[in-house]
């Protein structure tokens, strides 16, 4: 990785925080307060479930939102607006670009991510007045959450590679719902027989597996997580990510800016 | 390394570029944007672009950079291929009405290109500041970009394209959007990288800056290269003719069938003749008493060059009338600067 990677992914941090990206903080913040304020009047012993399934599940689809909003544009307002033409004419070559933007953008989830989980917390801490062990599920479903939105950039980068924003951003937006469901569509596939089973185990397998990397209900509960999926779900998110990425360099390297 | 990356002997050669576009819904109608181009500009120089709109100069120089990629053909700068980071530390560009991350500040957009030109950390600084001083955006250093005018863009552009010292600069037509006082900066600007050894090649429509600046100019029209010209020669090239100005508005018959080509401007007449009838004319100035103002050899001025380079027909023959002038009338073209 060279240091040009790093000053583009700076910058595009930088660009995220001044479009006041992490202002969604703020909604984040109200929400857990409110959830937490009205859940501790209720108070029959479901408050942990309550907070860790609402905080977790709002960390997941704020990030979500913002991985695909702001990742399809990453490269196609860029090359819209012509501010690739002062960059790409410099030594910087186009998987540099590419890899930079990832970056940025993930080095964006993770803070916001981090806000996030410090609120959820900080709730937790509010409603029950201790931290259990069964909270490290917690802190590894918000691991897996990060491990999503990576691969969520990765796609969103690859769909704005070859198409419009808004093309890109259902093609993101239905892979996430899609992709929500992966293990029930293996599920289906296998009951298939002949060539549509083929193809639906093959569309199966394509899809980014987030079922598997939501334990949301785990730690809800309080459940332990195995460390063979941890170690499983980071392969897998590594793996998926970098050949989205590798997808979207291989297209961007023959693109004819405008 | 070999030896031609070490001491180059072309700043740019051009071997045969050409652009073909895929246009429409189905991409299936061709637009020739470049025709093949063979084009060599030597260390130092500075290198004027001509062309009307659409001639394909902003394609020919998107493809020097690598921003859209040949049909055919290849290029090579300072001896380098056109994808080689070397090289490309090495140049400086500036695009066509340029545009920049506009939630950055004039200083935060130069010390972020500076980092990708690779400058030194040490030097940045000072190298951003002196930059920002010599483009005149010194008191606009802290204001973030959205808020620029155009002529300020184009200097940030400017100032960009020279930050890290490059050995060649492209511009894209650098004057345009600037006010007079800007334009003239530019001039200025062009002729110290010059002085500094630097090779310019810069595309532009205005006629008088490339007659005022450049060493050799390139003609371009509709995608096909019309002419090359060394500035020098071209205007140093007497074409056997004198310009005789007079006053009044009376135009004596004999002069018109000496073969004088006359014309009545205000409370003068100008009569472009023949060397060899000069004298001629001049005796029947005299006798008719009226008042010589001034004999001018006729020399060739870019705008003639250009106006004949575009009026060759497809065949690659130039046409045989002579210019008219004024016919043609680009922005800011002016034949006596
Ligand atoms: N992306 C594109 N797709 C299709 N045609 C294009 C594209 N870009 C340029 N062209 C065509 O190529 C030709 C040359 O365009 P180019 O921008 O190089 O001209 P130019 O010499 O820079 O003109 P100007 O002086 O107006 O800037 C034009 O006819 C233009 O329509
Ligand atoms: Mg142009």
């Known amino acids: 990785m060279t240091s040009r990677v790093l000053y583009i992914a700076a910058n595009t941090f930088r660009e995220a925080v001044r479009d006041r990206v992490l202002y969604n903080l703020i909604a984040f913040a109200l929400l857990m307060s409110a959830a937490a304020v009205l859940v501790g009047t209720i108070s029959i012993n479901i408050e942990r479930l309550v907070v860790i399934n609402l905080g977790l599940t709002t960390v997941s689809l704020f990030g979500m939102v913002i991985a695909i909003l702001i990742g399809i544009g990453l490269v196609s307002k860029e090359i819209e ?16 670009f590419i890899a930079g933007k990832f970056f940025g953008l993930s080095g964006t989830l993770v803070v916001n991510t981090f806000c996030m989980a410090v609120g959820v917390f900080l709730s937790l801490l509010y409603v029950s007045h201790r ?13 897996f959450i990060v491990l999503q939105l990576f691969i969520i950039t990765a796609l969103a980068l690859l769909f704005s590679s070859f198409s419009s924003p808004l093309l890109s951003a259902l093609f993101a937006f239905s892979l996430f719902v899609i992709g929500s469901f992966a293990e029930d569509l293996r599920g289906f596939a296998k009951m298939a027989h002949g060539i549509a089973g083929w193809l639906a185990s093959a569309a199966a397998y394509l899809v980014p597996n987030f079922s598997a990397l939501n334990v949301i209900n785990q730690a809800a509960h309080g459940q332990h997580v195995v460390f063979r999926l941890i170690a499983y779900n980071t392969a897998y998110a590594l793996v998926y990510s970098v050949a989205a990425l590798s997808g979207a360099v291989l297209i961007f390297e023959r693109r004819n800016l405008k | 390394m070999t030896l031609d990356i070490i001491f180059p002997m072309h700043a740019i050669e051009i071997l045969g570029l050409e652009k073909t576009y895929q246009v429409g819904f189905w991409r299936k109608r061709r637009k020739q944007a470049l025709r093949p181009l063979h084009l060599t500009v030597e260390l130092g120089q500075i290198f004027g672009f001509l062309g009307p709109n659409g ?34 530390a090495q140049i400086g560009f500036l695009p066509e009405q340029p545009y920049f991350y506009d939630y950055l500040t004039a200083r935060e957009l130069l010390r972020y290109y500076g980092q990708l030109s690779g400058i030194a950390a040490k030097q940045l600084n000072s190298r951003v500041e002196m930059i920002l001083e010599q483009v005149g955006l010194r008191d606009a250093a802290t204001v973030q970009l959205r808020k620029f005018s155009k002529g300020m863009l184009q200097r940030v552009g400017i100032a960009q394209a020279i930050l ?62 019309r002419g090359v010209a060394v500035i020098s020669e071209l205007t140093e ?55 010589l103002v001034s004999v001018v050899p006729v020399r060739m001025s870019l705008e003639d060059y250009f106006v004949a380079r575009l009026g060759k027909n497809d065949l690659g023959e130039p046409s045989k009338a002579p210019p008219k002038l004024n016919s043609f009338s680009m922005a800011g073209g002016n034949r006596n600067s």
């Open chain 1, 131 to 143: 931290f259990e062990s069964g909270d490290r599920t917690v802190l590894i479903a918000l691991y």
């Open chain 2, 164 to 225: 890290h010292d490059p050995k060649v600069v492209f511009l894209d037509e650098p004057m345009s959007g600037l006010d007079p006082m800007g334009r003239f900066e530019v001039r200025r600007l062009i002729e110290d990288l010059k002085s500094q050894g630097k090779t310019v090649f810069f595309s532009t429509h205005i006629l008088s800056d490339a007659e005022a600046l450049c060493d050799g100019v390139a003609v371009l029209h509709l995608g096909e290269l």
């Open chain 2, 55 to 88: 001639a394909g100069k902003t394609t020919t120089l998107k493809m020097l950079m690598g921003l859209v990629y040949p049909t055919s053909g290849s290029a090579r700068i300072l001896g380098m291929a056109l994808d080689d980071t070397r090289m490309k």
């Open chain 2, 237 to 291: 090239n007497v074409q056997g003719k004198v310009e005789i100005v007079w006053q009044g508005s009376s135009i004596p018959e004999a002069i018109p069938a000496l073969g004088g080509d006359c014309r009545c401007v205000g409370q003068t007449v100008r009569a472009v003749v023949r060397e060899e009838k000069q004298d001629q004319v001049l005796d029947i100035l005299r006798r008719d008493h009226l008042r």
């Open chain 1, 81 to 96: 607006k012509r501010t690739l033409y002062t960059v790409l004419s410099r030594p910087v070559r186009r998987w540099e």
